[in-house]
């Protein structure tokens, strides 16, 4: 009787049912499931950040409606926070907007920009409301290929012309969800000359600077000189603080974009709570020990987890950044099939590529979300296969 907009229909389908009735059966039987599928920290929020909230939700101040474009403190300290990491100048008057978690925003975002007709620019694979949020804007979806010839950066060059005229807004994510792949500032620079060029919007999504290995240290591409005139970036305490149930995250950059990003969700949101806000500010403006402490925990897992696979003759690398492994397959299987048969066979659970888009086909990605004996114990039922 009631039939559903076209735009959601015509939403990209999800591909997991039958694998998550897999992993809901072999857990009901009682099976001991390695799930190597989340993009979710296993670790607590760290005791200080709980401290700030629990001490924030005691005052009745902080439960009413909350401020649309965020606490001006809280704006404050991650103006602060980007000046001391990146040394970029962000005005907390009108260059940063908190969010109710990044994915808030990057899916409400194309509603400001895009009219009928009008594309994205998304890579494949990719973070699923890149496509989504076009799509429920009523834009269209222009893939650039992420491919590991190109050590998983798009090429403008390839972009049809026809179809740069009409876009509006590029989407760029690195360090990257799901290939873990980087980006240098070269890279940067020629997507903003390219942004310029054609007068199209870059969304930077930053989600993973903080979590990068060996020395690496990612940039803002609020660095490059220039780049306020197109980028708009998003962050998120998410995987930073392992905070990803918390939902706060934030946009910054351009004025205008900014702007009109709070404008759509003003018609949506009422603001994050107050006490979830003073909680960020405690996470921003506290030490970096806890991030270093998690570095170092994932370089460890992910250390173990990529010799290990090596050592079985599995084609891997180590991420720079991210606590994502991009694993090719043998190319006589599917990825939803090759990830169907560990789930069968070994107990493990990843995530088939295909499911970022139809370039992730031919790879899985394995989270390191999971304590080094798992991952031991996962590689030794690997090796039984
Ligand atoms: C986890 C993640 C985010 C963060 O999402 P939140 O809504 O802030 O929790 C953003 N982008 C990517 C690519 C992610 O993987």
Redesign the pocket.
Known sequence: MFKLSRKLQSLPPYLFLEIDKAKRIARQEGCDIIDLGI?DPDQPTPQYIIDALYRAALDPANHRYALDQGLPSLRRSISAWYKKRFNVDLNPENEVLP?V????G?AHFPLAFLNPGDYSLVPDPC?PPYKGGTILAGGKVYLMPLKEENVFLPDFKKIPLSIIKKAKIIFL?YP??PTGATAEKVFYKEAIAFAQKHKIIIIS?L??SEMSYDGYKPSSMLEIEGAKDVVVE?H????TYNM?GW???WACGNEKLVAALARVKSNVDSGIFSAVQIAAIAALDGPDTHIKNMCALYQERRDLLISGLKSLGWQANNPKATFYAWIKIPRKYDSIKFASLILDKANIVVTPGVGFGKYGEGYIRMAFTVPKERIEEAIARLRKL
């Open positions: 993009g969010l978690g990044s994915k808030e990057i973070y994510n990257n969800n999504d989600a993973y998003f998120s305490l998410s995987k990803t939902r706060v995250g």
